[in-house]
């Protein structure tokens, strides 16, 4: 049973470009969780969702960033417009059920040169 | 709104000392999470408690929910157990699970 899979490992991307990252969660696991490790920074809570829907999204920025979790396909989270500021680690996790025992990809590091 | 707070920030050991990290956090919750993050980046978890002790291996955690507290220990220590340990417990009691809120984590060093 392969465990959470990020793609890609690492993203460079230019200033006013898009960044689209990817998570395929663990077989059977219907929950994925997007987390955020900016530079020096402790891990932050982005958004939560279940297959086609947003269930939290409470830690997401306002503009420019969305996430979507299709029926078929991994989660995709979708920076558009990235600034410096949008360079970090973003790692997903996934779990079967609540509460959370979840498992954590390896995360995407995002460079925005 | 929690508040998670862990200690110590940084701790060197020798291979084969006994450790403890400690975390301590403010609003009840229904479950603390430890967390593994080594060197390269990745993620792992280790635990997910919600009262008592859990034990894997040569680790162990605890965590006394009246005072609001969990350590993590690490028995017989040894180099490949360097690395930052991270606990993190749900932003709000009842609230989503997976919105969790992160200690800044104890890197640890454990030299030969």
């Known amino acids: 049973n392969a465990g959470v899979m990020q793609n890609p490992r690492h993203l460079v991307r230019r200033r006013g470009q898009e960044a689209r990252l990817r998570c395929s969660p663990m077989k059977g696991h219907s929950h994925v969780y997007w987390y955020r490790q900016l530079p020096e920074e402790g891990l932050k809570f982005m958004v939560y969702?279940?297959?086609?829907?947003?269930?939290?999204e409470s830690g997401m920025p306002k503009e420019r960033f969305s996430a979507e979790f299709p029926k078929e396909g991994p989660s995709i989270l979708r920076i558009q417009q990235v600034v410096r500021g949008d360079s970090a680690a973003y790692f997903c996790a996934s779990s079967r059920d609540r509460p959370v025992e979840a498992f954590f990809g390896q995360g995407t590091r995002l460079t925005v040169v | 709104k929690n508040e998670v707070e862990q200690s110590p920030q940084n701790l060197t050991a020798q291979e084969g000392e006994f450790i403890t990290i400690n975390c301590s956090y403010s609003?009840?919750?229904?479950?603390l999470h430890w967390l593994q993050q080594h060197p390269g980046g990745g993620i792992v978890s280790l635990f997910m408690?919600?009262?008592g002790k859990k034990k894997h291996g040569r680790l162990i955690a605890t965590i006394n929910i009246q005072e609001k507290h969990s350590s993590l220990h690490i028995t017989a220590s040894h180099p490949r157990d360097s690395a930052v340990y991270i606990c993190a417990v749900p932003l709000n009691y009842g609230g989503s699970q997976g919105n969790l809120i992160f200690g800044k984590g104890t890197k640890l060093s454990v030299k030969p």
């Open positions: 408690l919600s009262s």
């Open positions: 609003v009840g919750i229904s479950a």
């Open positions: 969702l279940q297959k086609e829907n947003i269930i939290d």
